[in-house]
């Protein structure tokens, strides 16, 4: 029935497929077999297997079981969903947050619940794919914005002046390049426009910021940015998303955010392991000292060899290549010196911009990073880059 469609994908090198990846200490995977170094998750700060959020989750699912049973407004909440509210809401210095079950779902539930008709959403046109569906389940009008082009926003909301409300959505950390997003400048206008301002921190939270909390506090905005989104399953190392804001900001999602009404609630045990998290977070500061190490360590060396990163100013760093069958090259001959990385190819991208999207974490060791540097010197010496 679909067959035509799935090959013209793989003759246009765009078909995806799943590999089963097997993880025991971290950065060290096995994939068919082989014994592999992965760079590109996002478990930023390798708290996934952390002992503290694996004990955390057992002990909770000792005593609550596992699966909540119903979303959270019918019988799903449980005291672990809302410590860990509370949790977030101190962490990130807000008055009040609410878990979402992904950041996906968060996206698609918060954008659509804050602007609907007679309002407008001002969006990056490189925000996350979440975003964009978020936009597109509102009823508001969509304005798109260029990349970080804070003249061209100015721009679009001189057009929409008059409308009730005005929501500027933007990735903090941009996924899929590593730069972050110009959010004084975001929150200057938005305040001059009288706007409101939403950030998704799926890639910020636990990287950016002195104490790891994210754009904000990256930034020093604290108290200007309305809606702070962010994700548990990055470098939190657990599962599940929230969305960080003042009292009654979240007594409107409760009420009108669909994501969150109509699913079933996060089990106690994710809970509890996010819990752990943070705890983790902040009493080991080492762990994000690490990976900003790590990180420039791996930027300055693939910098050395004349690769191309585009504007990564964090972990995440893309080796652009503009091919989608060269990246899927590019990633294979990776994948044969050791080094397991995903070719990041459209509609994920624009069309014409594939990349090798690497990630560096606090997991890797120095050698490990040596050693991703040295496949990338071979390619290049290869011709390959
Ligand atoms: C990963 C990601 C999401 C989605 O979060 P999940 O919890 O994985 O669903 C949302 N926004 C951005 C920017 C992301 O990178």
Same mark, same amino acid.
């Given at each position: 029935m679909f067959?035509?469609?799935l090959s013209q994908l793989e003759h246009q090198q765009l078909a995806r497929h799943l590999i089963v990846v097997d993880s025991t200490d971290g950065p060290h995977i096995t994939v068919n077999g082989r014994s592999m170094l992965l760079m590109c998750s996002n478990d930023y700060l390798?708290?996934?297997?952390?002992?503290?959020?694996?004990?955390?989750?057992?002990?909770?699912?000792?005593n609550c079981g596992f699966g909540s049973g119903a979303s959270r407004l019918v019988s799903g909440t449980s005291a672990l969903h809302q410590e860990l509210e509370k949790k977030i809401a101190r962490f990130k210095g807000t008055e009040a947050a609410l878990l979402f079950n992904s950041g996906y779902a968060a996206n698609t539930g918060i954008i659509p619940a804050i602007a609907s008709t007679g309002d407008v959403v001002l969006s990056d046109c490189l925000n996350h794919a979440s975003i964009v569906d978020g936009c597109r389940l509102s009823k508001a009008e969509i304005l798109v914005y260029r990349h970080k082009d804070l003249e061209h926003l100015e721009t679009l909301m001189h057009t929409c002046i008059h409308a009730r409300r005005k929501l500027i959505v933007t990735d903090g950390v941009f996924s899929m390049d590593g730069d972050i997003?110009?959010?004084?400048?975001?929150?200057?206008?938005?305040?001059?426009y009288n706007a409101i301002v939403m950030v998704d921190?799926?890639?910020?939270?636990?990287?950016?910021?002195?104490?790891?909390?994210?754009?904000?506090e990256h930034f020093g905005l604290s108290g200007r940015v309305s809606i702070q989104m962010g994700t548990l399953g990055k470098a939190l190392g657990s599962?599940?998303?929230?969305? &960080?804001? /003042?009292?009654?900001? !979240? %007594?409107?999602?409760?009420?009108?955010?669909?994501?969150?009404?109509?699913s079933t609630a996060l089990p106690s045990s994710v809970c509890a392991a996010s819990l752990a998290a943070i705890d983790v977070l902040e009493q080991e500061p080492e762990r994000r000292e690490k990976l900003w190490k790590n990180r420039s360590h791996f930027l300055t060396g693939l910098n050395a060899f004349g690769i191309n990163t585009?504007?990564?100013?964090t972990p995440i760093v893309p080796v652009h290549v503009g091919d989608s069958g060269q990246a899927l090259k590019l990633a294979e001959k990776l994948f044969t010196y050791g080094i397991y990385v995903t070719a990041i190819r459209p509609p994920t991208v624009p069309v014409g911009s594939a990349r090798i999207r690497t990630t560096v974490t606090a &997991?890797? /060791?120095?050698?490990? !990073? %040596?050693?991703?540097?040295?496949?990338?010197?071979r390619l290049r010496s290869e011709g390959y880059l």
């Open positions: 067959e035509l469609e390798g708290l996934s297997y952390h002992s503290a959020l694996r004990l955390a989750a057992q002990q909770s699912m000792e997003a110009p959010l004084p400048g975001i929150v200057s206008l938005a305040e001059k921190d799926a890639h910020s939270t636990g990287v950016l910021g002195r104490t790891g909390k994210g754009s904000v599962f599940g998303a929230y969305a &960080a804001g /003042s009292k009654d900001l !979240i %007594d409107f999602l409760i009420n009108h955010a669909r994501s969150f009404i109509y585009g504007d990564s100013e &997991a890797h /060791s120095w050698e490990d !990073i %040596d050693l991703a540097l040295d496949a990338f010197k």
